[in-house]
């Protein structure tokens, strides 16, 4: 039984989780634990099917066990998990990523979205000499204490402002604006430009809900960072070879200074990167002085992983995918209008979010939603076999594996649930 399994893990995980959105926080009772998975299915303790729109938070975006992936993996095993070494996988998959996203002249690959961003924040700071960081309310990049104030993401599930053991030092040198707002980023430029690193961005908010940039915001961003000498810094953890081929920078036209990745290029292994312009990537060790260094950073298994992957995922399967994004999204916004259900659900390409209340479009309107409403709704599809994020603030992800049949499946839920709000 789940219940059993969850109080095994009370014993021995602090809260039973590995992660702290997954102990259901935000919506209440207790998770189940998943045993398999297969394409667009979860399968727990009880022997329960779900149609899977967490998708391992956006990583695989083939489906679950995808043949080519395991296949991938199976094969690399057998030619041992980790060498210490130089690969030529690691070495491909940097080209492979570069070809879809020019702007990534130079890759180094990591483990974690965190370290990716950890690495991206020593880097400015080393590369520019200065010191101060910003970063857009509800925008998450990991949990590195410089960036952890007004993340989004589980630090919002959890009701937290940001994190004990973060101390006022640690964050005092970064600059927190809202986000879709470039008046607020120009106030922050005037009164500390000559000392701003980077700032970083999620180019499609996916940590406060799904909220999209207003149109000219990310542009309007990057002229401000060339104009004031700081590194504009994109955070496609999420968006990277999701939304795109070639990522949110892609969709929006952009050339960032630095790109934090991970999830889908890593094929639902531990594995994320930082890429940018030669100039500032050179300032990595060894070339540079700036110090960054994984033991397990562009692993043989994840390197094939990714390379697979990457591998199925042409415009033609980015364009399945939008289309039952947009499938899904229009059919949840039909079942809660009508059952009369004041709700906002957004789109961006292949990623889906649902605000019960009106738009959204930063963090603190994102955090007037009705999530008590959320977690009502988030239950009702549960109770039906549909597993979507256990939280307001996180974001639904389709993928190749949630065809016509899936996407009916979900909408027919949503409104026998719907009717119940």
């Given amino acids: 039984m789940a219940g059993d399994w969850f109080e095994r893990a009370l014993g021995v995980i602090p809260g039973g989780v590995n992660s702290p959105v997954r102990a259901f926080g935000s919506v209440g009772g207790q998770p189940f634990f998943t045993t398999r998975a297969e394409g667009a299915h979860l399968y727990d303790t009880n022997g329960n099917r779900y149609l899977d ?5 956006g990583a695989v975006i083939l489906g679950h066990a995808h043949p080519a ?27 492979a990523i570069r070809e879809r996203m020019p702007a990534l002249e130079k890759i180094r690959l990591v483990s974690s979205g965190t370290e990716a961003a950890m690495t991206a924040v020593r880097l400015a700071r080393g590369a520019t000499g200065r010191a101060k960081i910003v970063k857009l309310a509800g925008c998450y990049h990991g949990h ?29 040198d ?59 810094v994109v955070d496609e953890v999420i968006t990277g070879f ?16 630095l790109t934090i990745f991970g999830k889908v290029a890593g094929g639902g292994l531990p594995l994320a990167g930082l890429g940018g312009r030669a100039d500032v990537m050179d300032h990595l060790a060894p070339l540079g002085p700036v110090y960054q260094a994984g033991t ?9 992983a990714g390379l697979a992957t990457l591998s199925v995922l042409d415009d033609a399967a980015y364009g399945r995918i939008t289309q039952s994004a947009r499938r899904l999204a229009e059919g949840l916004s039909v079942a809660l209008e009508t059952s009369g259900v004041v709700a906002t659900v957004t789109q961006v390409a292949t990623l889906v ?33 549909v597993y979507f994020a256990p939280s307001g603030y996180e974001t639904l992800f389709c993928g190749l594996a949630h065809d016509d049949t899936t996407i009916d499946e979900t909408v027919a839920a949503a409104f026998a649930v719907a009717a119940t709000l």
């Fill in 69 to 95: 992936v395991v296949e991938a993996i199976a094969q690399a095993a057998t030619r041992g998990t980790s060498y210490g070494t130089p690969t030529t996988a690691e070495v491909e998959l940097a080209e």
């Fill in 353 to 385: 979010g649902v605000f019960f209340g009106p738009a959204v479009h930063d963090y603190e309107s994102a955090k007037t939603a009705d999530h008590e409403r959320y977690a009502r709704f988030f239950h009702g599809l549960l109770e039906r076999g």
């Fill in 174 to 232: 970064t600059i927190v604006c809202p986000y879709n707002d470039l008046d607020a980023v120009d106030a922050a430029f005037a009164e500390h430009g000559d000392d701003i690193a980077a700032l970083l961005v999620e180019p499609v908010a996916a940590n406060m809900g799904l909220v999209a940039p207003l149109p000219g915001y990310l542009q309007g961003l990057a002229e401000r960072c060339r104009r004031h000498g700081a590194l504009f």
């Fill in 144 to 172: 590195l204490d410089a960036l952890l104030v007004a993340a989004g993401s589980g630090v919002a599930t959890l009701g937290l402002p940001g994190s004990a053991g973060v101390t006022a030092g640690t964050v005092a």
């Fill in 53 to 57: 729109y967490v998708q391992s938070w």
């Fill in 296 to 304: 397990l950073s562009g692993n043989p298994l994840a390197t094939a």
């Fill in 242 to 257: 999701r939304v795109a081929r070639g990522g949110a920078q892609a969709l929006y036209d952009l050339r960032p200074d």
